[in-house]
Every structure is written in C-alpha cells, then in structure tokens.
C-alpha cells in the first residue's frame, strides 16, 4: 500500500478546472518529483493535499485514511508537512521561535527538544542564528528555516514546494544535499520543482504535470534521459 495515494483529483478555481483528473501515488521511503511549466496545477496539487484547498472531487488518501475532507490542521497532526512556496517564515520571530512553531501540535517535550538537535545538526547556520530575526536572514536561510520549521512537526512525510526558487547555486547544492539527509532518515519527500534536472537527479520516481493533467511518469534517472523532457524541461 502507498503512503499516499492519489485517485482522480479533480480542483476548480471558480469555472475554471486547475486539476483534470490527476492520479498518482507515493510509497513509504520514496523521494517523488512533480515537475512542470508554471500554471501546470503543482502547487495547486499540495495545497489540495494538505487541505488548504478542497477538491472538486477524487479521492486523497494518507496512510489508508481518505484524508479528502480533512482540516489542515489536522493533516499536520497525522505526519504531513508542507514546505511552501515562497518559505513564509514569520520575519519579526526569532529562528527559534520559528522552528518551535513547527511543534505547535506535539506535547512530547523530550522529543521535540532531540528534533531540535536532529534541525541544528541538519542546519547548523540555524543554531548559529537561533536569537536573530527571521526577517534579516538571507533567502537561502530562510529557506533552511521552513524546511526546519516542517521537520520539527516530526513528520513521515514531507511536501516541498520550490524549494531551490530564487537561491544562489551554492545554496540550491546545499538544500537538495539536505533533501537527500532527510530522505535517507527515512522521511518520504514529494518534492515540487521547477529545476527538473535537479529534482530529477534526487528522485526516486517523477510526475509530469501539464496543464493539470498527468502526461507522463516514471522512473527518474529514465526521465533524466528522455529526449522530450530534456528539451522541454531540461533546455537541453
């Protein structure tokens, strides 16, 4: 059985369909792309996952649970967190204040203090900066500081959603360095990515969405050296 299964999920903006019927499944342990062009329906697909947005119709299921009409606030309760676009920190918090946002819904002290040393080993500019305000960080901290955020909530699986946009090369290396960690922890990755080779070069498997439909889908290294996905996503 897959950690998360997708059926036909069908979303709509007004009259407008954003998602056409998309299906696709990620297995425990799994790093899973989603790659395409913007306005392909990737974002729109994790925040229907993650129950920011309510699907027309199809079926979301998380663990065996149909999670379809499930609050937000409670999806992160069962072990799904969500990386968003854009990082979102809370600029006028300190790091630590952020990170300890992360483990709003936990009541395990002692856990949640060994996930703290588990996100200061993971990013250790983090520690460094534990009392400065998020706000004054630089993008690629900031997007460390999110990705922290999302592990302190201890989860089995974890959504990112561009987590390279707008970083230095130098940082882009290191968050997917940092991906592959958390990964090989044993955290189940869907990733979202507009640089297809970098999330094509992490991933186990990948979903290509065009215009909120599933077009293709397989093994990753497969697509890496498919000659359309390379022309069209690639620029090569």
Do not use: C, W
Request: proline letters at 3%; zero cysteines; a negative charge.
């Amino acid at each position: 059985m897959a950690m998360l299964q997708v059926t036909d999920l069908k979303v709509n903006y007004g009259v407008i369909p954003a998602l056409k019927g998309i299906s696709f499944e990620v297995g425990e342990g799994e790093v899973i792309a989603l790659i395409g062009a913007n306005g392909a329906g990737k974002t729109t697909t994790l925040h229907t996952l993650t129950g920011l947005i309510q699907a027309a119709s199809g079926k979301i299921e998380f663990e065996g649970k149909d999670i379809t009409r499930v609050p937000a606030h409670k999806i992160v309760t069962m072990g799904m967190a969500h990386v968003p676009e854009g990082r979102h920190v809370f600029p006028d918090m300190t790091v630590y204040q952020n990170l300890m946002l992360g483990a709003f819904t936990r009541r395990d002290r002692a856990e949640i203090d060994a996930n703290l040393e588990m996100v200061y080993s993971h990013f250790p500019r983090l520690k460094e900066r534990e009392k400065q305000v998020a706000g004054t960080l630089s993008g690629g901290e900031q997007q460390m500081l999110a990705m922290g955020r999302a592990l302190m909530s201890n989860p089995k699986i974890i959504l990112m959603d561009e987590p390279s946009m707008g970083l230095s090369p130098i940082y882009v290396n290191e968050i997917f360095d940092i991906i592959g960690k958390v990964s090989s922890e044993g955290v189940t990755v869907l990733l979202v990515e507009q640089n297809a080779k970098k999330a094509l070069t992490i991933a186990d498997r990948a979903y290509v969405l065009e215009t909120g439909t599933i077009s293709t889908s397989g093994r990753a290294a497969d697509l890496l050296h498919d000659d359309a996905i390379r022309k069209a996503y690639l620029g090569e």
